[in-house]
């Protein structure tokens, strides 16, 4: 991941595929396009979706690289799901402003 944010030198976190009916359990990705072998450029990002609405079976893993306006954005982050604030939501305004990239992790 550090090698991608070099790169980028935008956020980035990891992402693992996980079958389509565990995607209630995660926050998954609406990636665009794949960038790079693994290196998702990223629409939005999505809490616990319900697999009928699941964009991708691209799930969060919690490791992150993000820039510090991340702790900005969670500062009047409202609640979501669950009614608890969601970090995937303070990432999804992100990337409103600035680019946020997933990394697929292996192994």
């Known amino acids: 991941m550090i090698d991608r944010y070099d790169k980028t030198h935008a956020s980035t976190l990891a992402v693992m595929r996980v079958p389509h009916a565990k995607t209630k359990d995660y926050g998954i990705i609406e990636p665009i396009s794949e960038l790079d072998h693994g290196l998702y450029d990223v629409k939005s ?4 979706p319900a697999p009928k609405d699941a964009p991708s079976e691209l799930a969060i893993i919690g490791r992150y690289l993000l820039t510090p306006e991340i702790f900005d ?9 669950d009614h608890e604030i969601q970090l995937t939501d303070a990432i999804d305004r992100l990337n409103a402003t600035q680019r946020v990239f997933a990394h697929e992790f292996t192994g």
């Open 73 to 81: 954005l969670l500062e009047t982050q409202k609640p979501g799901k």
């Open 45 to 48: 990002f999505v809490e616990k």
